[in-house]
Every structure is written in C-alpha cells, then in structure tokens.
C-alpha cells in the first residue's frame, strides 16, 4: 500500500511556465515533508521541505504548499527552466524514529524550451 | 560539501553469488540508508542504521543483510544474488539532531544486474 503517491508519471512544460507537481498522502502521521530531484546517473538531491505546522514554503523559484486536510501537497517551480528537466520525488517522514522517509514513485518533469 | 560515495556505479553478477556493495559518507553522519530504485515503484528503503553495528530493517529487507562495522561506512550485502534484484541502489546518509529532520544526502547510485 503506497502510502505516497504520485498519480503523475510525467509532466512537460513550456519554458518560463508554472510547473506544478503534485503529491498525496495517506498516513496521518507524516508531519514532514520533503522534495528531492534525480537526474540520471545520478543520486537524488534535497530540493525543498515543509513541515506540517506550516501550509507554504518558499526558496526561490520553488514553492511547496500544504493542505493537511486533504493530505495533499504540490510544489509548484515558477519559472520553468530546461535545467529543471528531471525526475521529482515527493517523501514524507515522522520526526524522530530515526528519520525514516517514505518516497513516492517519482514524476518526471520535462521543460521544453 | 557533503560527500556519498559508493564503490561501484555499475556492477553484473551471477545468480547465486555473494554481493557486497560499499558506502562511504564524510560527514560524520549518524544514520545511513540503502534504497532500491525501480521503475514505477520509486525509491524503497531496505535497510538503514543509525550507529555502529546497529541497523534496522525497511520496507524490502527480504534478501539483504547490512553491516556498520564504521561509522563512515555501511555495506549492502545480498547473500545469494537473483534476477529480481537486479536494480538501481542507492545509498543515503543524514545527521540527526534532536528530533529535527535533516536532509538526506545520496551516493551516485550502482546499478546492479544479476543474470
């Protein structure tokens, strides 16, 4: 049972363009949460957080929103640049218990110039 | 800068033999991790540790033994190789701080075929 899911295996968007990539959760007891990007040959990279006392988080061009109700989060990267072309991973975790991460299946991103 | 590495990117075997794949983090990190990546399953954890000689099993331990004899290093082991482990494995490392999360750092990545 996924208890992190990304139902969009892949996205493309213009340049300069929103990107919104989306992720639900299903175990209330997730109260962090993290994106990572992977391009190929290569590990994934932390890209953003957001704990669940918060509803938004910014750094730069990538915004992560929070709707605990709904057990859904979206990062959303604005503009879109070819660079951003990769592989994005949504993963929750509790705090403590040895930070232990649950990852979704991954959504590939293509920015097209 | 926060280093991963990991001893081999690509890696073929025989069923049945021994694996060992090696993970070495030079930041002092207390935990460590080994994921497998496949195509539309994402990444899972096996295995993880968050000191020397203790470990933990994760989400698909069946298979996989680790070993921590180091704080810097944290082996992934498959005792007799087969077909259905043929994968991408990852390995993690993070500190911990209190019960503050921190960020996991990745190793490069070894992609593993069994035929």
């Known amino acids: 049972d996924q208890q992190v899911k990304q139902n969009s295996p892949s996205l493309s968007v213009q340049e300069g363009r929103i990107s919104i990539l989306n992720c639900d959760y299903t175990?209330?007891?997730?109260?962090?949460f993290l994106w990572y990007k992977k391009y190929p040959a290569e590990g994934p990279t932390f890209l953003i957080s957001?704990?669940?006392?918060?509803d938004k988080n910014e750094d730069g061009r990538f915004t992560v929103f929070l709707n605990k109700s709904a057990k859904h989060l979206s990062l959303h990267i604005v503009p879109s640049q070819p660079g951003d072309s990769a592989v994005y991973f949504c993963a929750a975790s509790t705090t403590g218990g040895y930070q232990k991460v649950t990852f979704g299946i991954g959504t590939k991103l293509q920015v097209i110039p | 800068d926060v280093k991963v590495t990991q001893s081999s990117r690509y890696l073929v075997k025989r069923t049945g033999e021994k694996v060992f794949l090696e993970c070495v983090q030079d930041?002092?990190?207390?935990?460590m991790f080994w994921y497998r990546q496949d195509p539309g399953l994402g990444l899972r954890l096996i295995y993880f540790?968050?000191?020397?000689?203790?470990?933990e099993k994760g989400d698909i331990p069946e298979g996989y033994s680790v070993s921590r004899e180091k704080k810097e290093r944290f082996s992934l082991i498959l005792e007799s190789a087969s077909t259905n482990q043929t994968s991408m494995y990852l390995c993690?490392?993070?500190?911990?701080?209190?019960?503050?999360?921190?960020?996991?750092?990745f190793g490069p990545g070894t992609r593993l075929t069994v035929l």
């Open positions: 957001i704990s669940s006392i918060k």
């Open positions: 540790s968050y000191d020397v000689k203790m470990k």
């Open positions: 175990n209330s007891m997730f109260d962090y």
């Open positions: 993690a490392s993070s500190f911990i701080e209190g019960v503050t999360y921190n960020e996991q750092f």
């Open positions: 930041m002092d990190h207390e935990n």
